[in-house]
């Protein structure tokens, strides 16, 4: 096979074995005739060796492109041979349906601007027998060149048949008449892809935010444009080049488009119109005004704005169909924010909560999904970052509160766990804030001691079955409705009191009209709406339960309901029908409370925390029927206790006497206790000392995990770490108590 | 020992012969086959056996045809063993830098991402906005800043340095990183520097890598951390200082997420 004729011209215009320089080789170039062009513009796309050995392109580099490079260097003549040569090139391409060779032509083609490559890519564009990525590629070749492809070429494109044309006429377009070619973006109905018209937007953007004429243009087209299209523009706008430019839109809707505070501000001389004057505002764009309204100084402090809860009540129903949760969650991380920059004060966020959840009751979609219990969530969110610790300075934070050396018995579990060739130890986690911060501490301090086989298992409460991994080797369960015998299987770890009941104020204010309602009761209804704690004597205490039985309520929690039955029994008027048993998840239960579809709510005590804390303190739409020094007066003291009771694997084969497994638990066991005198410890330092206050909030954080947030306890959480502090001295009694210091 | 060496055993005797046969025969057609040959024996031996068998295989199977499409044929089973040269040794570079010829560079981008720049002229306010140091947006951060492995050159540093602080001019760059023969003189290079990405391997080069491209040596016997570019012979352009080697690799494409903006600039 012999070498081809420019192969030939080339070692002839070669000195030696060197290569041809810079303007032997541009003249070698020019030297090639027709039909070497096309053999080269051939070896080229190919990438034949021949083509190398001409171009030489560095190593790594493309031949195509770094040959394409030259050819913007030769005359126009020589170019007008290379594009007659090209047009052959892409004529074989479309004929034999080579794709590289006719992308490769293509793309040479796209360099060339001599009028018979401009003709030939013209004529490809308009032919509609030829692919349309062909016409496509040509298109784009055409709009390199905008000084000699004449502006009606492209305005006579028949965009509704050609909509694939839509990105090289804007091209072209941005480059000729960017007025025009807004015109014909903001008239388009295609769906359009953002990135394909990135950058002709971005240079007619940059062309007309120039004048003022240019910005009145851009305002009109968004008026006239498709939601798809504005959102495109709107992304131009977010470009960092226009960073310090109003977006023209922005005026005409008297809000920034964008959760961009710097937009904000900048149109901050225009009076902040509340979007309700605009009343075609779209749902999407409401949220993003709300998260401005909240995050703008302008409009001053929170407990000043007059208008704060009409705004908010408006905004909310302006919503339309959008789910609410997410827009409460980012609304509460806004607050959050706000409050750990101490840029607003206790009188700013009670007036701004009290406007959320009267907005939120007035607003039915709002109400249903309980966004206010989203916004909560959303603020505590903001904080949980700088609460958690890292894994090692909680290990360390630990052992200054531990009266034992906490590493000593975690390595005993350990060693005992190796003992009986255990590896794993699955461990039932309920959504209770006990269960979740003994997990995580005890697993932190496992894995310390270098045991990796802790596994935390969600479940319900009452058994160690949990949800996915069967029944847990280890757990706890309250032991209040166990018998003697049951009871002696586990180890009482700490004790519980922190049990609370609510109802809503206007179903208590009601009662008196009913007939059935008791004397006795009547006279706890006055002093109850007084103050929860009006009055604690045992007759007190039989009103009350009695009417937390009148509610109806959904009991979660068996102890409880035996509880109040015995209290309840000398009152008159309560029968067989107050009994429900029917049981919903504890969140869902309090959904339905603050949702006004249950009038009495039997919570834990941290979902009595939040009532306590959000609900209860201001508004008193809510009162607390009971709490848990009633529950404790109840019990007589001896409130029950939760033990810690092992399965799994412990009763997997039954033990034998001196079973290895024993001393496993008993490590278990003196690990949990010490855990908990910690606990208390913890919380007991809490307003002396530094490093307490930073545990405490990093047990705060742990209720916040994200598994939480989607299934199960996602409202078992605290706003404030000082309400974990009260969980854990107030709700929680730890056995064996130690003071450390 | 060379790689060579430790393949060509491989072989029986007869396609030993051959095999030595066909690379005399493409060493004596052209400067190309000169230089690859000589690269191939006795000059690597970063590339594996496992990966240089093949490729004599190809060469064995010209023994008895007209060389002319060897080369073609040789390049192609280099593409499937590329960046298989081993690990530079450490201290591992922490910037690296890629230089390209500017107008190269734009038709390259072009030709890449033409969905997204459409013409030449944005593509240039593009590289234009690069060099200024004006942020990126998400679609263009993860643009690739090499086709094919980067070639890429470093200061051995103990800190992040320029990996070009040694170039005087591009001429200059040029005959130092041994960047095609002169025809760009009075053009600028684009100097791509980044921050070594810790999930891609650097690579030392080798024969499979460079393919027909020019300007490609292995380093000498004793310098195995890494390779060495060979720079322009003093005969092919007088330049007002003399080029030096610089050390080379290569590593599979990367984005221009890790770009250090201050650094990445034009030489002229």
């Known amino acids: 096979m012999k070498k081809p004729a420019y192969i030939r011209k080339l070692r002839a215009a070669s000195s030696g074995r060197r290569p041809p320089e810079e303007d032997a080789f541009l003249c070698f170039l020019e030297s090639l005739n027709e039909s070497d062009w096309e053999k080269l513009i051939v070896d080229i796309v190919l990438q034949r060796a021949d083509a190398f050995e001409v171009f030489l392109p560095p190593r790594g580099e493309d031949l195509l492109s770094y040959s394409t490079a030259f050819l913007e260097r030769l005359g126009l003549p020589t170019q007008t041979l290379v594009g007659r040569g090209l047009e052959r090139v892409v004529n074989e391409g479309i004929r034999s349906g080579e794709r590289q060779l006719l992308n490769g032509a293509l793309f040479m083609a796209s360099a060339l601007p001599n009028s018979a490559t401009i003709e030939f890519l013209s004529r490809l564009v308009r032919d509609p027998s030829v692919d349309d990525e062909i016409r496509e590629e040509a298109a784009d070749g055409l709009a390199s060149h905008p000084s000699v492809v004449p502006a009606n070429f492209w305005t006579t494109i028949d965009l509704g048949q050609h909509s694939f044309l839509l990105p090289s006429v804007l091209t072209a377009l941005s480059q000729l008449r960017p007025t025009e070619a807004l015109e014909v973006l903001a008239k388009t109905p295609h769906r359009v892809s953002p990135e394909s018209l990135e950058y002709p937007l971005r240079m007619i953007a940059r062309t007309l935010v120039s004048t003022g004429a240019g910005l009145t243009q851009l305002r009109h087209a968004y008026r006239t444009a498709t939601e798809d299209i ?85 905004t909310f129903q302006m919503l339309d169909g959008l789910p609410r949760g997410p827009i409460g969650q980012k609304l509460g991380q806004i607050l959050g924010e706000k409050r750990s920059n101490h840029e607003v004060t206790e009188q700013g966020v009670h007036a701004l909560w009290t406007a959320v959840k009267d907005a939120a009751a007035s607003d039915p979609p709002s109400k249903d999904s309980v966004l206010p219990l989203h916004f909560l969530r959303g603020q505590a969110e903001y904080f949980e970052p700088t609460w958690n610790l890292r894994e090692v300075e909680l290990v360390r934070l630990l052992y200054l509160f531990a009266n034992r050396d906490l590493a000593e018995l975690a390595s005993r579990v350990r060693s005992a766990a190796e003992m009986c060739e255990i590896r794993e130890l699955t461990n039932a986690v309920s959504q209770f804030h006990e269960d979740r911060i003994f997990a995580t501490v005890i697993g932190t301090l496992l894995k310390n001691s270098k045991f990796f086989g802790w596994v935390n298992a969600s479940r319900g409460w ?114 067989r029908r107050n009994m429900t048993h029917r049981m919903l998840p504890y969140d869902e239960e309090l959904e339905l409370f603050l949702r006004g579809e249950s009038n009495v709510f039997i919570g834990g005590a941290v979902h009595a925390r939040l009532l306590r804390r959000w609900w209860c303190s201001d508004s008193h739409t809510i009162v607390q029927l009971l709490d848990s020094d009633h529950f404790r007066a109840m019990m007589a003291g001896r409130g029950p206790q939760n033990r810690l009771f092992f399965g799994g694997q412990f009763n997997q084969p039954p033990m034998r006497p001196a079973d290895p497994r024993e001393k496993l638990q008993a490590a278990l066991i003196e690990l949990y206790l010490e855990v908990g005198s910690v606990l208390k410890n913890v919380a007991v330092a809490y307003a002396r000392d530094a490093n307490a206050r930073r545990v405490i909030e990093h047990f705060s954080a742990t209720l916040l995990s994200d598994e939480a947030r989607d299934r199960r306890g996602k409202w078992a959480f605290v706003t404030e770490p000082s309400d974990m502090v009260g969980l854990l001295t107030q709700d929680d009694e730890f056995l064996s108590p130690r003071t450390h210091r | ?180 023969p002169p025809r760009w003189h009075g053009r600028p290079a684009i100097l791509i520097v980044y921050e070594r990405n810790p999930g891609l391997t650097v690579h030392r080069p080798t024969v499979a890598d460079a393919g027909l491209h020019r ?54």
């Open chain 2, 1 to 180: 020992m060379n790689t060579f060496d430790s393949t060509i055993t491989r072989f029986g005797p007869r396609q030993q012969a051959a095999i030595r046969k066909v690379l005399l025969r493409w060493s004596r057609e052209d400067e190309l086959g000169r230089e690859i040959v000589r690269n191939v024996n006795p000059l690597e031996r970063f590339l594996p056996a496992d990966d240089m068998k093949p490729i004599l295989a190809v060469v064995y199977g010209f023994r008895s045809k007209s060389i002319t499409a060897l080369p073609d044929a040789y390049q192609l089973e280099c593409f499937n063993h590329t960046r298989q040269g081993g690990e530079v040794s450490d201290p591992k570079p922490t910037f690296l830098g890629r230089a390209v010829e500017r107008d190269a560079f734009i038709g390259w981008l072009y030709k890449k991402y033409r969905g997204y720049f459409h013409t030449r002229a944005f593509v240039r306010d593009f590289v234009r906005r690069l060099l200024s140091g004006d942020p990126l947006t998400t679609y263009e951060s993860a643009i690739l800043t090499s086709p094919y492995s980067a070639w890429v050159t470093w200061e051995k540093s103990p800190s992040p340095t320029d990996p070009f602080g040694f170039a005087v001019d591009a001429d200059h760059l040029r005959a130092c990183l041994g960047l095609a």
């Open chain 1, 462 to 575: 009452g058994s160690l079955h949990t949800y996915d991994s069967g029944e847990a080797d280890v757990g706890f369960r309250n032991d209040f409705l166990m018998s003697a015998d049951e009871k002696k299987l586990g180890v009482p770890v700490y004790r519980f009191w922190g049990y609370h009941v609510f109802a809503h104020r206007a179903w208590v204010e009601g009662l008196p009209s009913d007939p059935e309602v008791p004397e006795e009761v009547l006279l706890t209804i006055g002093q109850l709406l007084q103050g929860p704690n009006s009055g604690s004597s045992p007759k007190n205490l039989a009103a009350r339960s009695w009417l937390v039985l009148r509610g109806y309520p959904r009991i979660g929690f068996p102890e409880v309901d035996r509880l109040l039955r015995v209290q309840a029994k000398g009152v008159n008027g309560l029968s």
């Open chain 1, 230 to 314: 504005r959102k495109v523009l709107r992304g131009i706008f977010d470009l960092a080049e226009f960073g310090s430019i109003t977006a023209p839109w922005a005026e005409e809707m008297s809000v920034s488009l964008v959760s961009s505070p710097s937009l904000l501000v900048s149109t901050g001389e225009k009076a902040f119109a509340l979007p309700m004057q605009i009343k075609t505002l779209s749902p999407s764009l409401v949220g993003p005004c709300i998260e401005d309204y909240f995050k703008t100084p302008l409009l001053g402090p929170f407990e000043e704005r007059e208008q704060l809860k009409e705004y908010l009540t408006e």
């Open chain 2, 215 to 268: 300007f490609f040596e292995p380093p000498p016997i004793g310098n195995d951390e890494h390779g060495l570019t060979k720079t322009w012979p003093s005969s092919l352009r007088k330049l007002s200082t003399a080029p030096i080697p610089r050390p080379e690799a290569v590593h599979a494409p990367d984005t221009m997420e890790r770009l250090v903006r201050h650094l990445t600039r034009e030489l002229l």
